[in-house]
């Protein structure tokens, strides 16, 4: 079974292009019992639809619900080119 920091891995891996049949089996099984890495990956998808829409010139959409206090925080780092 993969561990955590393999998964994680493979979820930002994923993001940007299609992984072979074994390695989305085994990260599929590893997610169906790892809240952590679940919840790891809802955050990536998060953070790329934000960025998405924040490139695409949208601002952040009503659709996603952030508080305040996290709004402020990305808009922050964005504005000061925070080296990710």
């Not at 994923?14 to 790892?34: E, I, K, T």
């Not at 959409?61 to 952030?66: A, D, F, G, H, V």
């Amino acid at each position: 079974m993969l561990t955590c920091k393999e998964v994680s891995r493979l979820v930002s891996e994923s993001l940007d292009q299609r992984l072979p049949f074994g390695q989305r089996v085994a990260m599929r099984l590893h997610l169906l019992m790892c809240r952590a890495c679940r919840a790891y990956k809802n955050r990536m998808l998060l953070l790329r639809k934000i960025l998405w829409l924040y490139a695409a010139g949208k601002g952040v959409s009503s659709e996603i619900k952030l508080s305040e206090k996290v709004r402020d925080r990305i808009k922050h780092l964005l504005s000061q080119n925070y080296p990710f």
